[in-house]
């Protein structure tokens, strides 16, 4: 088979497939970490750390509420509850799959959450299709657009024009963050996974969408305390590259 011949590994993503597979999969913690519950705590310290890293070099008050921010692909709210309402007034939910909103409503202390609207608009769609242009003239854009362990769902043309889309979301002194797996390939390749069709790319890929994107990378870090078993982790802050 020649180069030019060999099929990228994101021309597998199927998102019927992802959906299917995630409709099977327990609303839990557990559920979210696939059977590694143990790393959520270090995942949030770190998710934590990395945020008031950026905030200090950018000259912004750490311990004042960011005010609004939005966690994409959400899942049951375990990034919402244990890091985001710590750092933002309001946190919007992106999640296409309804029984994980439906049980991140029903955690303890979510209706007051709701009630109050330090939980907002909850949209049950993926990131391909999640929009907000129609509102882009409403009151608020986000100071933190969180994306973690979601973005191998999209296909790399697929995640372009969702940072594009982003660009217009975000606050003129906010960030997107992307948290994700990194391909360990020995050839340097992104490695599709069949169990849930989503893609785990290079370092490399990243960066190249990032920038096809629009973005610049301000700050990026290696997610430190997981088992070595599981992939590297890394975190990058973005902000559009005309800032």
Known sequence: MSESSVVPADASIDHAASISYWNSVSPSVDGMLGGFPHISRIDLRGSQTFLAKLRRSSGRQSTELLAHAVDCGAGIGRVTFGFLLKVAQTVDIVEPIEKFTQQLQEQEGAKELIDSGRIGTQYNVGLETWDR??????????????????????TDSQLVAYFQRCKRFLASNGWIVVKENLSTDAQGDDIYDEVDSSVTRTDEKFRSLFAQGGLKIVATEIQRGFPNELYPVRMYALRPEST
Do not use: R, T
Not at 133 to 154: R, T
């Open 133 to 154: 242009s129609e509102l882009e003239n409403q009151a608020y854009k986000y100071d933190l657009i969180w994306n973690q362990w979601c973005v191998g769902h999209l």
